[in-house]
């Protein structure tokens, strides 16, 4: 069975600074792999998502991210954060069995931007 | 388009009593999911659905029962609350890719439920 884990529950970080969240899963199969954020008493929209082709991909809102399968890693980063940026971010992976592709999240990161 | 649409927005319950949470799409999705919201845990796969008729389990499906006679409904039955349920329920569909996996997944609004 497949599982996420996001190995930082909150990073703080100054405005305009680079950032990187961390995410890695366990699957014995391909998987897809994706980025989801909820801003505060909202729910959840996607920021973006790897399916297959190249490993670096590019989100909304300048998020970026790269699958490594070697490392099983699908780390999300962002060169220079907003204030607008805070807001809870979810890895989640989906993965190819004959069972249906159930899709489980990471525990979440808190991204906490100041000025 | 609706969307996802979920209702209600928030309840109230006491411990042993049942209740629906509704949910609905308008996008002919086949997958069709329930998670649970809860502080530091993320979000947990109650029970999810690849099309009418079919169901499966999730994380933690225990206290919950789904049905799926239609594409567009997929309510969600709390046979006998119990306080450990108080949680925020979304719900999701998506379409299923080739690979029968799931694509991008679109989220309701959230149900906030309290049980006393």
């Known amino acids: 069975a497949q599982s996420v884990t996001q190995l930082d529950s909150q990073v703080p970080v100054f405005e305009e600074a680079p950032v990187e969240l961390r995410c890695n899963y366990s699957?014995?199969?391909?998987?897809?792999l994706f980025w989801y954020v909820q801003y505060p008493n909202q729910g959840l929209q996607l920021l973006l998502k790897?399916?297959?082709?190249?490993?670096l991909v590019k989100g909304i809102n300048g998020f970026e991210a790269e699958f490594n399968k070697s490392q099983t890693s699908f780390h999300l980063r962002k060169p220079s954060v907003h204030i607008s940026d805070t807001a809870e971010y979810f890895c989640?992976?989906?993965?190819?069995?004959?069972?249906?592709?159930?899709?489980?999240f990471g525990q979440g990161t808190e991204l906490s931007v100041k000025p | 388009n609706a969307g996802v649409t979920q209702t209600p927005k928030f309840q109230v319950l006491k411990t042993g009593q049942s209740m629906t949470l509704q949910c609905a799409q308008d996008?002919?999705?086949?997958?069709m999911s329930w998670y649970r919201q809860d502080p530091g845990m993320g979000l947990r796969l109650i029970h999810y659905?690849?099309?009418?008729?079919?169901?499966d389990q999730g994380e933690v499906p225990n206290g919950y029962n789904v049905s799926r006679s239609t594409t567009e409904d997929f309510p969600l039955r709390l046979l006998s609350a119990a306080p450990s349920q108080t949680s925020v329920y979304f719900c999701?569909?998506?379409?299923?890719?080739?690979?029968?996996?799931?694509?991008?997944?679109?989220f309701g609004p959230g149900t906030r439920l309290t049980v006393l």
């Open positions: 699957s014995s199969v391909s998987v897809y």
């Open positions: 996008m002919n999705h086949e997958y």
């Open positions: 659905s690849v099309g009418a008729g079919i169901t």
């Open positions: 999701a569909s998506s379409r299923l890719t080739a690979g029968w996996s799931t694509d991008t997944q679109y």
């Open positions: 989640a992976v989906s993965d190819f069995d004959n069972q249906g592709g159930k899709l489980i």
């Open positions: 790897y399916l297959s082709g190249s490993t």
